[in-house]
Nanobody
């Protein structure tokens, strides 16, 4: 069973940037679309960004123009560059295949002054 390990989260001030990374335990990146999801306290998990194995991307309206998803198939790694962060971006961020399978631990992103 594939496992995902997310990293790169932390505390950042509004307007700041973070880069999240996600490594997969198996070489699945050439086969599946990958995505970043997030779950804020008291809210349902939501899709943030998706990238197909051909490199096509889609974003939630709330992050368009601020977040960029990318992938490196040779490293089994997917990234999420987050710029112009807002307090409402505060959440636990998860990576997964699309549609999602089993979840990892995620990485906490907190945007606060």
């Amino acid at each position: 069973q594939v496992q995902f390990v997310e990293s790169g989260g932390g505390l950042v001030q509004p307007g700041g940037s973070l880069r999240l990374s996600c490594a997969a335990s198996l070489n699945i990146f050439r086969i599946y679309a990958m995505a970043w999801y997030r779950q804020a306290p008291g809210q349902q998990r939501e899709l943030v960004a998706k990238i197909t194995n051909s490199g096509s991307t889609n974003y939630a309206d709330s992050v368009k123009g601020r977040f960029t998803i990318s992938r490196d198939n040779t490293k089994n790694t997917v990234y999420l560059q987050m710029n112009s962060l807002k307090p409402e971006d505060t959440a636990v961020y998860y990576c997964n295949v699309f549609p999602a399978g089993s979840w990892g631990q995620g990485t906490q992103v907190t945007v606060s002054s």
